[in-house]
Every structure is written in C-alpha cells, then in structure tokens.
T-cell receptor, first 113, second 116 residues
Framework: RKEVEQDPGPFNVPEGATVAFNCTYSNSASQSFFWYRQDCRKEPKLLMSVYSSGNEDGRFTAQLNRASQYISLLIRDSKLSDSATYLCVVKSVGPGGGNKLTFGTGTQLKVEL | DTEVTQTPKHLVMGMTNKKSLKCEQHMGHRAMYWYKQKAKKPPELMFVYSYEKLSINESVPSRFSPECPNSSLLNLHLHALQPEDSALYLC???????????????FGPGTRLTVT
C-alpha cells in the first residue's frame, strides 16, 4: 500500500462546477497535511494547509479526518485557471529527526469551457 | 524575498561527467531538501538537511552527493550518472526543522537534467 493515495485522474469538469478530491494516508504518526498544486513543467506550490477543524480559503475547502486518515479538497465554482495537478502531501518525522514530505501521486484537473 | 532559486535550469551531461546542481534561499530557513521528479510522477524525497546537517538520506545511490556549505546554500554533486537518472531535480526549504514544525516547504523551479 502506498503511503499517500489519491483519486486517480484526470477529472474533466465544466467551468463553474464543484469538484472534490480525496486522499488517504497510511502513517498514523503523520503530523501535518497539505494540498499542493503543480502546473505542467513547474514546481509544486502550496495551495493550503489542512487542519483537523477544516479550513477554507476562498473557493477551496480542505478537511482532515485523523481517525480515518483521510484528507479532502473541495473546489467550488471551478475556473479555467484551476487546471493543474493537485498533490496531497503528508509530513512526518524521519528516523534522523528531519521532516519528510510524502507526496500522493496527484490528481489532474482539467476545467473546460 | 520568498524565493528558492536553482541553477542551472537545464543540464545535459554524459555518464562520465561530473556536475553540480545549486540551490539558494535567503528566507532564513533552516531546513533544505532535494527531491527527484520523473515525468507524470510525484516528487520523491532524496535528502534533508536540518541546521546544515544531513538528517535524511532516502537510500540514494552514492553517485548523488549532497552538500550544505551554509544555511542558505545546498548543492547536489553528480558523478557517473545513468540515463534513468534523467529527471527534474527540485530543491525546497522550510522555516525550521523541529519535530513539531507544521510549516510548508517552498520549492525552487527545478533543474531539468538529461543524462546521455
């Protein structure tokens, strides 16, 4: 089983649609959780951190369920510019004490006219 | 300055060459990272430096040799690479490396490496 698993893509949705991505992680000792966005041939960029109480940033809502080891991202009113790959990312502590990010395989979103 | 810079942007090298990738940040971050990303795959962690000391090596072959000369700089020395090592090499940094750190990592634009 992969450490971080995401919905397979691609998701092709019309502009204005609501789309949800899911992610599960296997390491119960994971400490922090993020959604990153990566555009084609670019570096990953932080979209938002994910907190246990749930958090919202404009059209984006993230949820974390530690008991189920499940993370979600909801995008409302999709824009063409939302087209990208969305990476679920989990932070844990490595054996030497350094922080380690583990990335899910990513879900590709294509928003169409 | 909230930027991580990497040089070169592109690198083509032969299997007998020795080259280095460079990464720099001036955000005062104390943790720096090297990742490797193949096409259509997520980034995979290679090395972590915490307070200029190597804290994680994800069983990376010795033909990749990291170096952290100071808190702002991170190098990756390459020697005797194989064609399958061709990938995007990403550097990242984060504010500090404490175990309770929940800060995100900031990524550089990457070096696209081709080994011929």
């Amino acid at each position: 089983r992969k450490e971080v698993e995401q919905d397979p893509g691609p998701f092709n949705v019309p502009e204005g649609a609501t789309v949800a991505f899911n992610c599960t992680y296997s390491n119960s000792a994971s400490q922090s959780f993020f959604w990153y966005r990566q555009d084609c041939r670019k570096e990953p960029k932080l979209l938002m951190s994910v907190y246990s109480s749930g958090n919202e940033d404009g059209r984006f809502t993230a949820q974390l369920n530690r008991a189920s080891q499940y993370i979600s991202l909801l995008i409302r009113d999709s824009k063409l510019s939302d087209s990208a790959t969305y990476l679920c990312v989990v932070k844990s502590v490595g054996p030497g004490g350094g922080n380690k990010l583990t990335f899910g395989t990513g879900t590709q979103l294509k928003v169409e006219l | 300055d909230t930027e991580v810079t990497q040089t070169p942007k592109h690198l083509v090298m032969g299997m007998t060459n020795k080259k280095s990738l460079k990464c720099e940040q001036h955000m005062g971050h104390r943790a720096m990272y090297w990742y490797k990303q193949k096409a259509k795959k997520p980034p995979e962690l290679m090395f972590v430096y915490s307070y200029e000391k190597l804290s994680i090596n994800e069983s990376v072959p010795s033909r990749f040799s990291p170096e952290c000369p100071n808190s702002s700089l991170l190098n990756l020395h390459l020697h005797a690479l194989q064609p399958e090592d061709s990938a995007l090499y990403l550097c990242a940094s984060s504010p500090w490396a404490g175990q309770q750190d929940s800060y995100e990592q900031y990524f550089g634009p990457g070096t696209r490496l081709t080994v011929t």
